[in-house]
């Protein structure tokens, strides 16, 4: 057995002094794939003056994500790290996290799950009804008004949220957590710190309204001032705003890159939206929906996987290197930073055939059943995963899911000509135009 230190690094280019190749990095959306092309599986770089290794594929995930908190601890590029703020989840680690993750899950259990349903519906009707007036719009800006409506209305009680200061106050702030940090008042990190501080006076303000209130509601703020450690501590408010603030990211941003992705792929593929289509018409559209009449929509199911493939709204999760390892022949390290690669490992040849084609019959029951447990858990990562894994996702799934039976029963929509589809990957992968389109509600 070869000596860790006797192992090669993993090949690849450093780049400039310090900066390395950092704004290459948050420059082009294609950077780690043309770098897997050149290098295979693993890559080094440096990245905001950081020895950074990139790593994908189902053993090079399966192995990150069992050595959590052994070889690896979770690590954000310094922007993030200062935007979502020193008690967020996010950044917790060990015990603490392991805590606070069993509090914050309260509000995703199945029960409370089930609670979100009709004010989803309602919500989701309401955007329907005024994007079918206005006939043609460019579509994402709304997505994100949409989503961020929803995520204000169940997290913490707030009626229209996008309209509201804490709106616009948002927009600015997830902007600038994945920037180069450097806080003059004319950047992107600069205008979102100060958006952070002007966040967190408002959401101390609905914080402390809630508490002085003797119906605490059924959202995630009232469950989660409820909410009791083994200890019986609850959270401060110092610790309530950082959470309050990574779950409406959570709840906001990512979703709304996954909500467009669906309807700009389905919008590109006809014959997944007769598909579709025929298999809502075996569901009565005159019942409120429920977990249960969500759950036999299977070819719904293959076709959300798959956007979440094709464009997964996260591109992967960044370590610190806690101890000297070994991936893939290869040495990586005390010290470095690892990123194990979500959008790469979804377009690996290896795991997918032809992965830049939009096939939701990849997740068919017949095709999953041929996969190892492995491949379906370290192959297919939209949610992360490990001790890690999204908190939210069966959240996700549902409001994906209650949007997309809206949407596909009652409405049309179509691409209009002369718009760039191109992705912007940062923060998270959206149309460069916007996605203009044509919608209309069916007679």
């Known amino acids: 057995m070869t000596a860790l230190s006797n192992l090669p690094l993993p090949p690849g280019d450093d780049g400039l002094p310090f900066i390395g190749e950092t704004f290459s990095f948050f420059g082009d959306p294609a950077f780690a794939q ?30 990150v994500l069992i050595n959590e908190n052994r070889h690896f601890v979770v690590s954000w590029p310094p922007s993030t790290k200062a935007l979502l703020g020193d008690l967020s989840l ?61 995520a204000c209305k169940l997290l913490a009680g707030l009626n229209h949220g996008s309209q509201t200061p804490l709106g616009k106050l948002f927009e600015a702030w997830s902007a600038g957590l994945f920037s180069i940090p450097v806080a003059l008042p004319w950047t992107r990190f600069g205008r979102a710190k100060r958006s952070r501080e002007q966040l967190a006076r408002e959401l101390e303000a609905i914080i402390r309204q809630r508490q002085q209130s003797a119906a605490l509601d059924n959202d995630t703020l009232g469950l989660l001032l409820q909410a009791r450690d083994e200890n019986g501590q609850g959270l401060s408010i110092a610790e309530l705003k950082d959470q309050i603030l990574l779950l409406l990211f959570a709840g906001h941003e990512t979703l709304t890159s996954a909500v467009a992705s669906f309807c700009l792929l389905v919008a590109q593929h006809p014959d997944v939206m007769t598909k579709l289509r025929a298999e809502q018409q075996q569901f009565s559209a005159l019942e409120p929906l429920t977990l249960d009449q969500l759950k036999p929509m299977t070819y719904l ?15 992967g999760g960044f370590r610190k290197v806690l101890e000297s390892c070994e991936i ?29 084609r939009f096939d939701p019959e990849r997740f068919s029951s017949e095709q999953m059943q041929q996969q190892s447990s ?70």
């Open 34 to 63: 043309k770098k897997h092309q050149k290098y295979g599986d693993l890559f080094r770089t440096r990245l905001l003056g950081q020895p950074t290794v990139f790593v994908r594929g189902v053993e090079a995930n399966r192995y």
């Open 90 to 150: 996010a950044l917790q680690t060990g015990d603490i996290h392991q805590n606070r993750r069993k509090l914050l899950a309260q509000a995703f259990m199945p029960r409370a799950l089930a609670g979100y349903v009709e004010t989803i519906e309602q919500i989701t009707q309401q955007y329907l009804d005024r994007w079918a007036q206005q006939s043609e719009l460019v579509w994402y800006p709304e997505l994100r008004h949409y989503t961020f409506d929803i």
């Open 301 to 315: 199911d293959q076709v959300l996987r798959e956007v979440m493939r094709h464009t997964p709204p996260v591109g």
């Open 328 to 356: 893939n022949g290869y040495r990586i390290p005390k010290g470095w930073t690892l990123l194990y690669q979500i959008g790469s490992t979804h377009q690996d040849e290896q795991l997918y055939l032809d992965p830049d």
């Open 374 to 443: 492995d491949r379906q858990k370290y192959g297919y990562l939209p949610f992360g995963g490990g001790l890690r894994e999204c908190l939210g996702k069966e959240f996700a799934r549902l409001e994906m899911k209650t949007f997309a039976v809206h949407l596909i029963r009652g409405y049309t929509w179509e691409l209009l000509p002369d718009q760039d589809l191109t992705l912007v990957t940062i923060p998270t992968p959206h149309p460069k135009d916007g996605l203009k389109v044509r919608f209309k509600k069916m007679i």
